[in-house]
């Protein structure tokens, strides 16, 4: 099995920054792609960045030139500092990884539970 673990969640004030972490564990052969998901309140899960193995990176609309992710691949670990935050940020934040749990088997997509991102004043 394989889990993933987000961390550094919080309240913060509108223009203020937080960097969430992701680690990955159990089971790992190689991790291709990581990335970050977001849920607001009554609305769907939407993409907000995500990193390949050597470093590509998509990031959604709304976050270009705020929002930056990295990932150490030594710790299967994927991060994402968050800047200028808007009230609108606030949300559940996600991370996800296609992970490939042995050379053998076929790479599956696993999901953390989630940290909560609140911005308010």
């Known amino acids: 099995q394989v889990q993933l673990v987000e961390s550094g969640g919080g309240l913060v004030q509108p223009g203020g920054s937080l960097r969430l972490s992701c680690a990955a564990s159990?089971?790992?052969?190689?991790?291709?792609?990581m990335g970050w998901y977001r849920q607001a309140p009554g609305k769907q899960r939407e993409l907000v960045t995500t990193?390949?193995?050597?470093?590509?990176?998509i990031y959604a609309d709304p976050v270009k030139g705020r929002f930056t992710t990295s990932r150490d691949n030594a710790k299967n670990t994927v991060y994402l500092q968050m800047n200028s935050l808007k009230p609108e940020d606030t949300a559940v934040y996600y991370c996800?990884?296609?992970?490939?749990?042995?050379?053998?088997?076929?790479?599956?997509?696993?999901w953390g539970l989630g940290t909560q991102v609140t911005v308010s004043s």
């Open positions: 996800n990884a296609v992970v490939q749990p042995s050379s053998r088997a076929r790479s599956n997509i696993y």
């Open positions: 990193i390949t193995s050597v470093g590509n990176i």
């Open positions: 159990g089971s790992i052969f190689s991790i291709n792609g």
